[in-house]
């Protein structure tokens, strides 16, 4: 497995330049970038902005190593909406045609949300009705990520929303396609279940791995904490990582960051990954 870290875990502010350059001195073989409404890599990046950033990347000998993005919680495939969802579903198509310039294997996405506890006055939409129209999104999204040859990655997140890897697992399958699985979020379970265990049952539907850690008896949002200070159990997650046979990126996305000097927690991460990793001290 291969060692990454997502944009959003370096300083508020900090430009995809320097991430690059903070990233690899961390020891870091690749950084999953986000898609932004404006500023850098945004809805309106050109072709010469992709070329900047992959001669950034090369430069650096580091590789680009998922694209996420934060827009579905502003912009959702299940909301009552159907403009939003027809921008959700444009967003997606964005990343898609992004992640195949850069040559990304997977993109983030996240499937709608029934509620969002942490965003006020969010949208509450009727579970069924969300399932629905999430599947029908993601099935016609499905053969432009197949055109594309990057593959969806269906973040379990904390939208109420395919609450367990039974409900995801039936969701893929239902949708049928190669290029759907999952962007599978190791500390975002931990609150209510075991990731070795969603793991095991997602199987090779694994596209892409997120590390994060979570604290149960902290709560809420304060229990996402440093790899290795929660209670994810991460041995057991490893294994379970191997007996897939899964390969590829595991991607540490470190939120909240740290209020001072907050380069370090990309330090901090990078070495406890190598341990979590079993690659010592190198």
Known sequence: M????????????????????????????????????TGELSLEAT???????????EQAD????????????????TSESAA????A?????????????????????????????????????????????????ISTLSSDAKAAGVSIGIENVWNKFLLSPLELRTFIDTVNSDYVGSYFDVGNVVANGYPEQWVRILGNRIKKVHFKDYRRQAGGLHGFVDLLAGDVNYPAVVEALRAIDYNNY????????????GEQIIYNTSRAMDAILGRGNN
């Open 62 to 77: 580091l590789e680009i190593c998922g694209l996420a993005t934060g827009l579905y919680w502003s912009y959702s495939m």
């Open 89 to 137: 579903m444009d967003i997606t198509r964005k990343q898609l045609e992004l992640a195949a310039s850069f040559g990304v294997d997977t993109i983030l996405v996240i499937p709608g949300a029934v509620g969002v506890d942490f965003i006020p006055d969010s949208e509450v939409v009727d579970y069924e009705r969300a399932y629905d129209r999430a599947l029908e999104c």
């Open 84 to 87: 939003n969802r027809t921008k």
């Open 250 to 261: 595991v991607i540490a996305e470190m939120i909240p960051g740290y209020t001072h000097h």
């Open 47 to 57: 072709e010469q902005e992709v070329r900047d950033i992959k001669s950034q990347l």
């Open 2 to 37: 291969k060692k990454g870290v997502n944009i959003w875990s370096f300083p508020q502010g900090t430009t995809i330049a320097e991430s690059i350059r903070i990233a690899k001195d961390a020891g870091f073989e690749g950084i999953e970038l986000s898609l932004n409404e």
